[in-house]
Nanobody
Framework: VQLQASGGGLVQAGGSLRLSCAAS????????MGWIRQAPGKEREFVAV????????YYADFVEGRFTISRDSAKSTVYLQMSSLKPEDTAVYYC???????????????????WGQGTQVTVSS
């Protein structure tokens, strides 16, 4: 499995960014793919995930409707559209995936066994 993340950057508070994660060598019919973030000095934190086959989505509570995860099957790519960004959203965002998801643990970062490189998101106040 290969996951390639892109799209991070510097944005002012209230702004928007779109992250992309291109996947390869994945059995998509059974795959969950999404985003985990890690701020300096903090543990990794679940952000959002999407079920590739059915399109079901799951979000962290702190998203509060500001982020939208989606997939483009033709491009084997998952997107995270982030709006109304806050300084506390500053973190390295990692693309992560798993083909062995237990729904009760879907928001546990330790549940994901495939990882891409991170992309830095910095939100200035």
């Amino acid at each position: 499995v290969q996951l390639q993340a892109s799209g991070g950057g510097l944005v002012q508070a209230g702004g928007s960014l779109r992250l992309s994660c291109a996947a390869s060598r994945v059995t998509f019919s059974r795959y969950y793919m999404g985003w985990i973030r890690q701020a300096p000095g903090k543990e990794r934190e679940f952000v959002a995930v999407i079920n590739w086959r059915g399109g079901n989505t799951y979000y962290a509570d702190f998203v509060e409707g500001r982020f939208t995860i989606s997939r483009d099957s033709a491009k084997s790519t998952v997107y995270l559209q982030m709006s109304s960004l806050k300084p506390e959203d500053t973190a390295v965002y990692y693309c992560a995936g798993s083909s062995r998801v237990i729904l009760s643990a879907i928001r546990d970062p330790r549940h994901y066994n495939d990882w891409g490189q991170g992309t830095q998101v910095t939100v200035s106040s």
